[in-house]
């Protein structure tokens, strides 16, 4: 079943803007990770988070994750015409193997 | 280099024509999945392998069966599809259960 819920669903940015995406989880969790989805194609992991951490970087990607509020986002720095593409949440809860993954915020680009 | 290889890239069956998509990976990871994902949907989960292990989500149709002959491959098979089954199948591993995941390229099916 679907656990994680995203906001916006799309967002459309100009290059070199930052872009920001929410994500609401419902249950608890042993980690959370972001996702991007080209058009067409497999997902590509971006990053992960564990339930006692609070912010990790990666390159131009900021997540944070708030456990009380069961959130979580993702920004985008300095947002490039190659950052087009679809971004998941997915968490991964304590008690078995499986991933779950939001609806995703599709991202557009513009140059 | 494809460490998640799924063949084919495109499959097109005719309505009720059993249909068999693969996996194969390069990553010795223990754990497989089979997700589902209908156009601007989330990827939803079908079945997962640790191992040997077979789990299947409860929600998965019974016309969807899976196989892992040995650590590398995985099939996933669709014995009569239907019109709603065409979609993006994916296929994907890691090493143990909470940690990240590596995606196939998908196959996508169209059903005639």
């Known amino acids: 079943s679907q656990q994680g819920e995203e906001d916006p669903q799309a967002l459309s940015i100009q290059e070199g803007e930052n872009a920001t995406m929410n994500c609401s989880y419902k249950t608890s969790i042993n980690n959370l990770q972001w996702y991007r989805q080209n058009s067409g194609r497999g997902l590509v992991h971006l990053i992960l988070i564990r339930s006692n951490e609070r912010e990790k970087h990666s390159g131009r990607l900021r997540v944070t994750l708030d456990t009380s509020k069961k959130s979580s986002s993702l920004l985008i720095t300095a947002s490039r015409a190659a950052d087009t593409a679809s971004y998941f949440c997915a968490t991964v809860s304590p008690n078995d193997y499986k991933l779950s993954f939001g609806a995703g915020t599709t991202v557009t680009v513009r140059a | 280099d494809a460490m998640v290889i799924q063949n084919p890239r495109y499959q097109v069956t005719q309505f009720g024509k059993p249909v068999t998509l693969s996996c194969s990976q390069t990553?010795?990871?223990?754990?497989m999945y089979w997700y589902q994902q209908k156009s601007s949907q989330a990827p939803k989960l079908l079945f997962h392998?640790?191992?040997?292990?077979?789990?299947n989500e409860a929600d998965t149709p019974d016309n969807f069966q899976s196989r892992r002959p040995n650590t590398s491959f995985c099939f996933l098979d669709i014995r009569s599809p239907g019109l709603g089954d065409a979609a993006m199948y994916l296929c994907?591993?890691?090493?143990?259960?909470?940690?990240?995941?590596?995606f196939g390229s998908g196959t996508q099916l169209s059903v005639l």
């Open positions: 392998y640790y191992d040997k292990d077979f789990n």
């Open positions: 994907a591993t890691t090493r143990q259960g909470n940690e990240k995941l590596f």
């Open positions: 990553l010795n990871h223990n754990v």
